[in-house]
Nanobody, 115 residues
Framework: VQFVESGGGLVQPGGSLSLSCTAS????????LGWYRQAPGKGRDIVAI????????HYADSVKGRFTISRDNAKNTVALQMNSLKPEDTAVYYC?????????WGQGTQVTVSS
C-alpha cells in the first residue's frame, strides 16, 4: 500500500492551498480516509476524515469551517482544500486510512504558513 501526498508549499496567512493524495495497493473505496498533520516538535494529529460509503466528513475543531476533505473513488484520490490558513496550520500533512495503519504512512507534504 502506498499513499503519495502533494500540493504543499509556502503561503501567507489568510491564503489557500489544495492538497492531494493518491493511493495504490488497496481497495480504496472500502476505506474511511483521513488527513493528518504533524507540526514541528509535536505528535501527528487527525485533521479531517471522510467515510468510505456515506462520504460523511468530520473535522478537528481547529480547522472546522476552513478545511474541506473530499474523495474520488474512481481516481483513488483524497483531497484537502485549506482556506483562511493560519501560522498554526504549519505542519507536514499526511493521508492514511482511519484508523491509520503504521505501514501506510507516506512522505507527507510540507505546508508552511508565514508572512
Amino acid at each position: 500500500v502506498q499513499f503519495v501526498e502533494s500540493g504543499g508549499g509556502l503561503v501567507q496567512p489568510g491564503g489557500s492551498l489544495s492538497l492531494s493524495c493518491t493511493a495504490s495497493g488497496l481497495t480504496f473505496s472500502s476505506y474511511t480516509l483521513g488527513w493528518y498533520r504533524q507540526a514541528p516538535g509535536k505528535g501527528r494529529d487527525i485533521v479531517a476524515i471522510i467515510d468510505s460509503r456515506s462520504y460523511t466528513t468530520h473535522y478537528a475543531d481547529s480547522v472546522k469551517g476552513r478545511f474541506t476533505i473530499s474523495r474520488d473513488n474512481a481516481k483513488n484520490t483524497v483531497a484537502l482544500q485549506m482556506n483562511s490558513l493560519k501560522p498554526e496550520d504549519t505542519a507536514v500533512y499526511y493521508c492514511n486510512t482511519e484508523p491509520n495503519r503504521r505501514d501506510y504512512w507516506g512522505q507527507g507534504t510540507q505546508v508552511t504558513v508565514s508572512s
